[in-house]
């Protein structure tokens, strides 16, 4: 079965950094878009950024130059290295994968497969 487990969250100061890892397991890894995502308690869940099997990314506006998402397929898993984070940035975030959008840059939560979340607090 799909599995996907994150790690790396924490509380950091505004300014710093933090690297979120997602090791995932069940599945082609190799040939999967994954992606990251955030969901603050009563918001829709946001898409952060996305790679695609050949490595192609993407990323919201508000993350451009601050975060880089990566993969590593030889570990079946996807990174994404945050700086200059913001209070803003504070959110659970999730790894996913197989995710459809409900409208630009967002994302249902009933769609694809999902980690456990793991939480980011910026101060």
């Known amino acids: 079965h799909v599995q996907l487990v994150e790690s790396g969250g924490g509380s950091v100061q505004t300014g710093g950094s933090l690297t979120l890892s997602c090791t995932a397991s069940g599945f082609a890894f190799a040939d999967a878009g994954m992606g990251w995502y955030r969901q603050a308690p009563g918001n829709e869940c946001e898409v952060v950024s996305t790679?695609?099997?050949?490595?192609?990314?993407n990323y919201r506006d508000s993350v451009k130059g601050r975060f880089t998402i990566s993969r590593d397929n030889a570990k079946n898993t996807v990174y994404l290295q945050m700086n200059s984070l913001q209070p803003e940035d504070t959110n659970v975030y999730y790894c996913?994968?197989?995710?459809?959008?409900?409208?630009?840059?967002?994302?249902?939560?009933?769609?694809?497969?999902w980690g456990q979340g793991t939480q980011v607090t910026v101060s």
């Open positions: 996913a994968t197989g995710t459809r959008l409900s409208r630009p840059w967002h994302v249902s939560r009933e769609t694809g497969w």
């Open positions: 790679i695609l099997s050949d490595g192609r990314t």
